[in-house]
């Protein structure tokens, strides 16, 4: 099966507060060439950044209004190609529309574990309602215009959450690898680093499919009949 994996694309309302980064046309194009290359794509987590509404805690009408501004781009998701997996920044997804938190896939004798990767995350584990303040006041940062100080933030945050270089330094991968055994996956599949990656260990595959924020193109290649599991990208 050939499938194709996009994350952390942090869709938001149109505004300052909106990081997406990509015109809607012209990341359709690249949906459409997704579309013609390969038989599923998966939308691996923060999809929608849900966390920025006026209001804090508000993630529901979040939703509503980053698909309000992202209209053409949330049809083209229901199509039946497209499978959904909630993140921490659109976690709303699983309790208002029973989106999952992780989807197994058996495929050419190959059983791959796709999952967004928030679940390491131990402030969004012990204290996610800190995690999501963060992300809501950082919003109104960009809203008045401090965008010094956002980007101070953001790199802040960049430096404290970007994985070692080292695979067996990272306890992402660690954590990846170990749900993986779990579940008995030859492959796991992650976004919510924002880095794209790829690494074995032990007979497993660890893949990140980075990010498609900040007008990024990442994503990742999977073709389970030839074995190939690429990182691509592009400009």
């Not at 869709?11 to 997406?20: E, H, K, P, R």
């Not at 790199?155 to 749900?179: E, I, M």
Request: charged share 25%; with cysteine; net charge neutral.
């Amino acid at each position: 099966m050939k499938i194709a994996v996009i994350s952390d694309l942090h869709l938001g309302f149109g505004d300052a507060t909106d990081s997406f980064g990509h015109g809607d046309a012209d990341f359709l194009r690249f949906l459409a060439r997704l579309e013609s290359d390969f038989e599923r794509i998966v939308l691996l987590g923060d999809v929608w950044e849900t966390l920025t509404s006026h209001r804090i805690f508000d993630a529901r009408e979040g939703l509503r209004r980053a698909r309000e501004a992202h209209a053409a781009l949330a049809s083209r998701f229901e199509l039946s190609k497209y499978v959904y997996v909630h993140g921490n920044h659109d976690i709303v997804a699983g309790t208002a529309e029973n989106i999952p938190a992780e989807v197994l896939l058996d495929a050419d004798g190959i059983r791959l574990l796709f999952t967004h990767g928030h679940h390491h995350d131990w402030l969004i584990r012990r204290a996610r309602w800190l995690s999501e303040t963060c992300v809501w006041l950082g919003a109104w940062v960009r809203r008045c215009r401090l965008s010094a100080v956002y980007r101070l933030g953001y790199l802040l945050d960049n430096a404290l959450s970007r994985p070692p270089a080292h695979c067996l330094k990272d306890t992402f991968q660690a954590w990846a690898y170990s749900l993986a055994k779990l579940k008995h996956a030859d492959v796991v599949v992650t976004g919510h680093t924002h880095v794209a990656m790829r690494s074995e260990r032990d007979s497993r595959l660890f893949l990140n499919s980075g990010s498609c924020s900040e007008g990024q193109y990442s994503y990742l290649a999977i073709d389970t009949k030839v074995n190939r599991f690429e990182v691509c990208s592009m400009s």
